[in-house]
């Protein structure tokens, strides 16, 4: 019993693939936080404005994208029960998004569609490769592929296609090689970042999560495959009719479809919560879960922006909300309380894993305060609504108090991040 | 939570010692949580061998928790060796959770 099925303990990712993810991704909030209260005002116009697409940007990429990429490399051996592949090239893609997201927002925020940006998107295309590589390289030594990793690997496919249509995207500006302009496609390439990317990934991830951290005995591995087809076949259905079929009724079914999927992730979600051993849910969980539930925002304003485009086009203060509603609602929701279930973890073992787990070290929780905590949830819930109560109503006071509380919240989120990587232990 | 020993009086020390390991995520100890599945008392040769689970074979505080219940048992036991082997054989599963592991997790 003692050699025939010894195992060794997993080995787990170099905070050094994983940290500086975190912290780069820490100040493009704070970043955005600060271009959000200087340009409010900018909220007021068309979507397709300067500071917006830089904005958006730097959330997309810097924000969403940086955060997951690290966070992605100290999960994937959970996930796919395997270590990761490679190190030098985690940290090569940091190097490369690194460098290509300043010079992608700056191009956006000067409006000129030049080197800045087009060097800027090689070199993210080039850090989502190394990415995939390391991702795929990583699957292929693991014996375990199972749902969530496949949700992963698919996340990481639609990345791809988003960041090579941006691309052509920026090329277009200069040398009209597509048989539209690129604002035409601006939608196929926001979608496929926001369904293929953002969503596949987050469920993928969270329904392995939020069970575990729940220590919930709900299992439901064919429900997943349900959410996974749907989300894809939606996504799939989307694209052909965007590029062939441009039927603008037929946009209903993938919104439906995906729709569907999210009405059974909070299913499972709810499953899992309602199965749970461990009662006592914590603040991090809490905002997870809370953004497990705005998931269907965004598809309830998509389907509304469907509705109106039978009448009378795109309605810009809709997709201005669409847009803010994912970016700064479901996907910061989800950020903000996953980075504080992971991060402290992955500092706690670098810091305390030679002196073991015993009652005299301090958990993986006690080192962020637990204070600046909840001031950020309290600062993010109204700078959300009043930013979204903004766009509705054209309201630059709303914008501008909305933004100065999402301000806040990425300050408070700041401090405990630099806190988390700055930790330096105290022997016991 | 049963645990299979050759020795139950050991048995009960050596449980009483690895309570004070405690899983750094859930804060419950690997006893009460279920994780170690057999403790056998090797008196001629002074060993002592554990063997227990994780929650995940991939769990990231994996290395820590196997190091902590080395270091307790060894700290009970000053005049053996602990060899602490890990196995996912059968996997954890939460029914493994003790009574007061349950309603440690029910606060």
């Excluded at chain 1, 060794?8 to 050094?16: L, M």
């Excluded at chain 1, 597509?178 to 293929?196: E, F, T, V």
């Excluded at chain 1, 996907?331 to 894993?353: D, Q, V, Y």
Aim: charged share 10%.
């Amino acid at each position: 019993m003692f050699t025939a099925n010894a195992h060794t303990p997993a080995k787990t990712t170099s905070p050094s693939a994983v940290t500086p993810f975190y912290g780069y991704a820490a100040i493009s909030f704070l970043v955005a936080g600060i271009l959000l209260f200087i340009y409010s005002s900018s909220f007021n116009g068309h979507y397709f404005h300067p500071k917006i697409l830089a904005i958006t940007h730097i959330m997309a990429l810097g924000w969403g994208v940086m955060i997951i990429l690290g966070a992605s490399h100290q999960l994937i051996p959970v996930l796919i029960e395997s270590s990761l592949f490679s190190v030098p090239l985690a940290r090569l893609s940091l190097f490369l998004a690194g460098t290509g997201i300043p010079l992608l927002a700056y191009g956006f925020f000067i409006f000129s569609m030049g080197w800045e940006a087009q060097w800027g998107g090689i070199l993210i295309n080039s850090a989502i490769i190394a990415y995939l590589v390391n991702l795929v390289l990583s699957m292929r030594k693991s014996q375990s592929n199972n749902i969530h990793a496949i949700f992963v690997l698919t996340a990481a496919f639609w990345l791809l296609l988003t960041t090579l249509i941006g691309l052509a995207l920026v090329y277009n500006f200069s040398y009209s090689f597509l048989s539209r302009d690129s604002l035409h496609y601006l939608p196929l390439h926001a979608n496929i970042g926001i369904a293929g990317w953002f969503l596949l990934l987050v469920v993928g991830v969270a329904t392995r999560l939020i069970p575990m951290f729940l220590i919930s005995k709900y299992q439901r591995p064919r429900l997943l495959w349900s959410i996974y087809l749907l989300i894809n076949a939606g996504m799939a259905g989307f694209v052909l009719n965007f590029l062939y079929l441009r039927q603008s009724g037929l946009y209903f079914l993938p919104a439906v479809m995906i729709g569907l999927s999210l009405i059974l992730v909070g299913y499972y979600c709810y499953q899992c919560y309602r199965m749970r051993l461990r009662k006592k849910v914590d603040e991090q969980i809490k905002i997870s879960l809370l953004a497990v539930a705005m998931m269907i925002l965004p598809v309830i304003l998509l389907i509304i922006i469907i509705g109106a485009m039978q009448l009378s086009g795109i309605n810009n203060k809709l997709a201005l909300l669409y847009g803010f509603v994912i970016f700064f609602g479901w996907l910061t929701a989800i950020i903000l309380g996953m980075t504080f279930k992971t991060l402290p973890f992955i500092i706690w073992n670098k810091m305390h894993h030679s002196f073991a787990a015993n009652e005299k070290t301090p958990s993986p929780k006690d080192l962020f305060s637990a204070r600046i905590f909840t001031a950020m949830g309290i600062a993010y819930l109204p700078g959300f609504v009043l930013f979204c109560a903004g766009i509705a109503l054209a309201n630059t006071a709303l914008l501008r108090s909305g933004s100065a509380f999402i301000l806040l919240t990425a300050i408070l989120y700041n401090w405990n991040v630099m806190k988390l990587i700055r930790y330096k232990s105290k022997k016991p | 939570m049963n645990i299979i020993t050759n020795d139950t009086v050991q048995c009960e020390k050596a449980m009483a010692a690895l309570r004070e390991v405690i899983d750094p995520e859930i804060g419950l100890n690997v006893v009460d949580l279920g994780l170690i599945y057999q403790l056998d008392f090797d008196e001629p040769n002074n060993n002592i061998y554990a063997s227990m689970t994780l929650t995940t074979q991939f769990c990231p505080m994996g290395a820590s928790i196997v190091d902590g219940v080395k270091q307790a048992l060894n700290t009970a036991f000053p005049d053996s060796e602990a060899i602490v082997s890990l196995t996912f054989d059968p996997p954890w599963r939460p029914q493994r959770i003790s009574e007061q592991g349950q309603k440690f997790l029910n606060q």
